[in-house]
């Protein structure tokens, strides 16, 4: 297969590029580890049919007979100058493209606390996704923490299906989260859908300046001990979503050789304006470059496709949209930052990494990443850090690595895909 734009990833970034780029003629490859389009925002399940923004923009590459959708596949490595190797359900190949639009998103941060590891406790995007893939959740107790407008979304979604959501707890103060509510006037979509929600949630009890610091239960979560102020309170419940915000996901980019800066405490990929990375002919958008919300990845999918196909002037369109979301984006970021009081939470005996079965007490006597993976293996799992490498970088101060010392694959990947490479160089 070979593509004029290949774009990596079918969220609203994604998404809107693809539109772009077909609707100018160009020969589209859209390719996404879930089975159906919409990234994690707008993500499809049994009962979760695609609505407004999202059915519109997924409609309108259905009809297009130039976009190649190649769901359900994840990429494992670049095998050449322009070529990536795939990796599907049933086969390993790989495929050619002319330009590439890197729309990765954004994957939850999660920190240690005693119990974080118990059964029925998941991120708020990790409820929303297991809700929307059709695990009943109808008569739970369910506790929504962390920070960030998430949590609201993912409380709206367990309760649609019948959950009992008893209590939000957010750890920003309360002053903050008023004046980002407030501050909310200047992108009226962003206003609507707060008070849509605020309305469906208006008897859930909101505790701001609060964040759990220990899930309970002896095999199962029973519980959980939450602190506001100086008191402590106990909430019984079946479900914890817990997770502190979005982090870029910044793998595929990092490990193509895509520059990476710091940007809102997080690592992110480099852009310019035309959001061009630092590789010639690759672009991202979305929040792999920045985490602002699915406005701000649409229309910096829009400005990537048209800068990848040389339409420099319809790509500066877009500019006045997305400073717009981007000013809404630090307003966020800035209400919702983390309380240093949160990298205290674990103990020395808890769970840092979950793949190793690493202690916190033991990779907190490193003073490096890296030093800690070489003395305890910690990050050396199958999710090769992507858990507790951001959680170590807030609770320890490490820096961070960019693409975290990740080498091909990416991702787990048959050995028949890894010799479709070997393959290939050997007929050629």
């Known amino acids: 297969m070979k593509f004029d734009i290949l774009i990596i990833g079918a969220g609203p970034a994604g998404l809107n590029a693809a539109r772009v780029a077909a609707r100018a003629g160009a020969q589209v490859g859209i390719v996404d580890d879930n089975a159906l389009p919409g990234g994690q925002i707008w993500r499809q399940g049994p009962q979760h049919a695609p609505a407004g923004p999202a059915r519109e923009a997924i409609e309108a590459l259905t009809a297009l007979l130039n976009v190649a959708r190649l769901s359900g596949t994840r990429v494992v490595q670049a095998s050449g100058a322009r070529q990536l190797l795939l990796e599907d359900a049933a086969r390993g190949y790989t495929v050619d493209y002319g330009k590439l639009i890197i729309a990765t998103g954004a994957r939850e941060r999660f920190l240690p606390y005693p119990g974080w590891t118990l059964p029925g406790v998941t991120g708020a995007g990790g409820l929303q996704a297991l809700v929307k893939g059709g695990m009943p959740v109808r008569g739970e107790r369910i506790v929504i923490a962390g920070t960030g407008p998430l949590l609201w979304a993912a409380a709206v979604t367990a309760r649609e299906r019948g959950a009992q959501v008893v209590a939000i707890v957010e750890q920003a103060p309360a002053h903050a989260v008023r004046q980002f509510a407030a501050g909310l006037v200047a992108t009226p979509a962003k206003l609507v859908q707060a008070a849509r929600m605020r309305f469906d949630l208006r008897a859930t009890p909101y505790l701001c300046g609060a964040h759990v610091v220990e899930a309970g239960g002896e095999t199962q979560l029973t ?77 910096e999918g829009r400005i990537a496709a048209h800068a990848a196909l040389g339409e420099a002037g319809q790509a500066r369109a877009g500019f006045a949209q997305r400073a717009r979301y981007r000013r809404f984006a630090a307003r966020m970021h800035e209400a919702f930052a983390l309380d240093a009081r949160l990298r205290a939470l674990a103990e020395p005996d808890t769970v840092l990494c979950r793949c190793e079965d690493v202690r916190f007490g033991d990779a907190a006597q490193y003073g490096s990443w890296r030093d800690a993976k070489l003395q305890t293996r910690c990050g050396m799992g199958p999710c090769q850090g992507k858990i507790c490498g951001e959680a170590a970088a807030f609770c320890f101060g490490w820096p961070r690595s960019g693409a975290g010392g990740q080498r091909p694959p990416f991702s787990p990947a048959r050995i028949g895909t890894l010799l479709e490479v070997h393959d290939e160089a050997r007929e050629t």
């Open 223 to 299: 519980h959980v001990r939450v602190r506001r102020g100086v008191g402590d309170l106990s909430i019984d419940c079946e479900r914890l979503a817990c997770a502190y915000g979005l982090v870029p996901n910044t793998l595929v980019g990092a490990a193509l050789g895509c520059g990476i800066d710091e940007t809102q405490g997080v690592a992110a990929i480099a852009v310019d304006d035309l959001q061009a990375t630092s590789l010639p002919d690759v672009y991202a958008a979305g929040e792999c470059t920045g985490v602002g919300g699915m406005e701000l990845a649409a229309v």
